[in-house]
C-alpha cells in the first residue's frame, strides 16, 4: 500500500474543491453588485424628492417648484387595471384550457404561441397595439396602453395558470365528476377555485412587471400632463414620466425622474412581497 | 319488491379497454338491490376498472373504452341517450384516498353536490341528513363550518360518503375505502356499509379479504380481467366452486 499518492491526489482534489467554492462566490458577489448598485443609486438620489405633495400633485412645468406624478401613479394603478380587465379573463382561460384539453394538437400549438408571445419585445408589442388601436382609433389612448400591457400579460398568466391547475389532484376532478357535476362546472368551481391561491401569485406577477413596462407605452398611452380616466385619452404613467424627465436637460426634472423611479420600485418591490408571502401561506397550508 | 327481486345492476358481457390493453374480459354480472357486492382479486385484475365501468367514470381515461353492456334498473347505461353526468347522480362513488375539496368547509363539501348541479333544496336539511346516515353528525354537527381538511382521515372519508349520498344515488360505488384508513376507522366504515345496505345497493372493491366477508352479501372474485367466480359470500369463502378463487381466499398467491 502506498498512501503517498493518494495523500497527493487528496490534497489537489482539495484545492480544485476549494478554487470552484471560491469562483461560485466570486460569481454571486457579481451578480449582486448590479442589484444592489441599483436599489441603492435610486434610494439615495430619489430619497430626497419624495414628499406628500409629490404622490398627490401634477407635474409643474420646468423651473416652477414642487409638483408631483400624482396623474402619473394613477395612470399607472389605471393602465395596469385596464390590462387586468383584458389579460385576467384571457390568460387565465387560456391557461385553464391547456390544462384541462391542452393535450392534443391545438394544445401544442397554443402552448407554442404564447411561448413565443413571451419571448418578443415589448417595444414590437407596442407596435402592435399601436397598428390595433392607435391608428384605427386616430389617437392615442389609455386603452391602446392596457391593449399592449395585458398582451404582455397573456402569455406567461396562461402558462403558470396551466401549471398552476395541473397541480390540483386528479382525485378532486373525479370526486366532482362522480357527483354528476358537469366537466365545464368542475373546472371553474372546483379544480380553478383550489389552484386559485397559486394564480392570485401569478396576477401579483404580472401586475408587477407590466406596471414597470416603458417602450410599449410611449406610442400607446403616450403621456398626458393632467388627471384622466378616460380610455379614449392619452394617459400618464410613471414610467413615461421617469423617461421623459431623465431625457430632459433640467437638473430639476431629473431629481423628479429619481423619485418617480423610487415610487416605481417600491411598488414592484410590495408586490413581489406580497405574492411571495401569499405562496408561502400556501405551501405551509398544504402541508 | 316482487317475490323474485330483479337485479339492479346487470352486467352483460362487459370488456373494457385502454387503447389495445383488454383490462376486463366479457364480465356477466349481477347486483341484487340493497344487496352488498364485494369485488375482490389481486392487483390489476381490473376490481377497479370494473367499479368505473358502473358509473362511466372509466371513459374519462384517454383512450380508454368499452364494449358490452351495462343495464341499471333494465336501462343500458351506454346508450346513446344516457347522459353521463345525470348517471353519476344516480350511481355515487366513493374513493380510496379521502377527497374531500379542500376550498370548502365541512357543510359545503355535503352540500358540493346539490350545490354545483344547481338543484335548489334546503341545504341544511339534506345536509343533516346525509351526515347523519353517514355516522358522522354527531361528530361535526358543532363544527360545520370548519375546512374540511381540519377532520381525521377516517371522518373525512365518512364525509366524502355524506357528499355522495346528498345527492341522492341508487347505487354506491366504493373503490377500497378504508385501505388508506387505521383499524378503528375502518371499523366505522364498515358498521357503516351494513347501515347503508338497509337503503342502497352498494359494490365494493376490496384488497381485504376479511372485509369482504364481513361487509357482503354477495362476492365476485376477479382474476387477469375475468370474472372467475361470483356467488354468495359464504359460499365464495367457505366452498368455492374454482380452485383459483379457493387458492386466493385461502392466501396461496395474490
Given amino acids: 500500500m502506498s498512501s503517498a499518492p493518494i495523500s497527493k491526489r487528496y490534497i489537489a482534489r482539495r484545492a480544485v474543491n476549494l478554487t470552484m467554492t471560491l469562483l461560485c462566490g466570486a460569481a454571486v458577489l457579481i451578480a449582486l453588485i448590479p442589484l444592489i448598485s441599483v436599489f441603492w443609486l435610486v434610494l439615495s438620489n430619489g430619497i430626497a424628492g419624495l414628499s406628500w405633495s409629490f404622490f398627490t400633485a401634477l407635474p409643474t412645468p420646468v423651473g416652477e417648484p414642487g409638483g408631483g406624478v400624482g396623474n402619473g401613479i394613477v395612470g399607472t394603478l389605471y393602465l395596469v387595471g385596464l390590462a387586468c380587465l383584458i389579460g385576467l379573463p384571457v390568460g387565465i382561460g387560456t391557461g385553464l384550457f391547456l390544462a384541462e384539453r391542452g393535450d392534443g394538437q391545438i394544445g401544442n400549438a397554443v402552448r407554442f404561441v404564447a411561448e413565443v408571445l413571451s419571448g418578443v419585445p415589448s417595444i414590437v408589442i407596442g407596435i402592435v397595439a399601436y397598428g390595433l388601436v392607435v391608428m384605427p382609433m386616430h389617437r392615442f389612448s389609455a386603452l391602446a396602453g392596457g391593449v399592449a400591457l395585458s398582451l404582455l400579460m397573456i402569455p406567461t398568466l396562461a402558462r403558470t395558470t396551466e401549471e398552476m391547475v395541473r397541480l390540483v389532484p386528479r382525485a378532486l376532478r373525479e370526486a366532482a365528476l362522480a357527483l354528476g357535476v358537469p366537466q365545464w362546472k368542475t373546472s371553474l368551481r372546483v379544480v380553478l377555485r383550489t389552484a386559485l391561491g397559486g394564480i392570485v401569485t401569478a396576477i401579483l406577477l404580472a401586475i408587477s412587471r407590466a406596471a414597470g413596462e416603458t417602450a410599449p407605452l410611449l406610442f400607446t398611452s403616450l403621456n398626458n400632463q393632467y388627471w384622466n380616466l378616460q380610455p379614449d385619452q392619452p394617459t400618464a404613467s410613471l414610467t413615461v414620466q421617469i423617461f421623459n424627465y431623465a431625457i430632459s436637460p433640467y437638473e430639476d426634472w431629473h431629481r423628479k425622474a429619481w423619485s418617480a423611479a423610487l415610487v416605481l420600485l417600491l411598488f414592484v418591490m410590495l408586490t413581489n412581497l406580497v405574492s411571495r408571502f401569499l405562496a408561502r401561506n400556501r405551501l405551509q397550508r398544504a402541508r | 319488491m316482487t317475490a323474485e327481486p330483479q337485479a339492479q345492476i346487470a352486467v352483460r358481457k362487459l370488456s373494457a379497454f385502454f387503447r389495445t390493453t383488454r383490462a376486463l374480459k366479457d364480465v356477466n354480472l349481477d347486483a341484487l338491490p340493497r344487496n352488498v357486492l364485494a369485488v375482490i382479486g389481486p392487483s390489476g385484475c381490473g376490481k377497479s376498472t370494473f367499479l368505473r365501468c358502473l358509473n362511466r367514470m372509466h371513459e374519462l381515461v384517454p383512450g380508454a373504452t368499452i364494449s358490452g353492456q351495462v343495464l341499471i334498473d333494465g336501462e343500458d347505461i351506454y346508450a346513446r341517450e344516457i347522459d353521463p353526468v345525470l348517471l353519476r347522480r344516480r350511481v ?163
Avoid at chain 2, 352540500?111 to 341544511?124: E, F, M, P, Q, V
Avoid at chain 2, 366504493?174 to 345497493?201: G, K
Avoid at chain 2, 354477495?218 to 369463502?237: D, H, K, N, S
Wanted: negative net charge; glycine residues 6%; charged residues 25%.
Fill in chain 2, 92 to 254: 355515487g362513488m366513493v374513493f380510496q384516498r379521502p377527497n374531500p375539496f379542500p376550498t370548502m368547509s365541512v357543510f359545503e363539501n355535503v352540500a358540493s353536490g346539490l350545490k354545483l348541479n344547481g338543484i335548489r333544496t334546503r341545504y341544511a336539511d339534506q345536509v343533516e341528513k346525509s351526515l347523519k346516515r353517514a355516522a358522522l353528525w354527531d361528530e361535526v354537527k358543532d363544527r360545520l363550518g370548519e375546512s374540511a381538511l381540519s377532520l381525521s382521515g377516517g371522518q373525512q372519508q365518512r364525509l366524502c360518503i355524506a357528499r355522495a349520498l346528498a345527492v341522492e344515488p341508487e347505487v354506491l360505488l366504493m373503490d377500497e375505502p378504508a385501505s388508506a384508513l387505521d383499524p378503528i376507522a375502518t371499523a366505522r366504515i364498515e358498521e357503516l356499509i351494513r347501515e347503508l345496505r338497509e337503503r342502497y345497493t352498494i359494490v365494493i372493491v376490496t384488497h381485504n379479504m376479511q372485509q369482504a366477508a364481513r361487509v357482503s352479501d354477495w362476492t365476485a372474485f376477479f382474476y387477469m380481467g375475468e370474472l372467475v367466480e361470483c356467488g354468495r359470500t359464504e359460499q365464495v369463502f367457505t366452498n368455492p366452486k374454482e380452485s383459483r378463487t379457493e387458492d386466493y381466499v385461502t392466501g396461496k398467491f395474490g
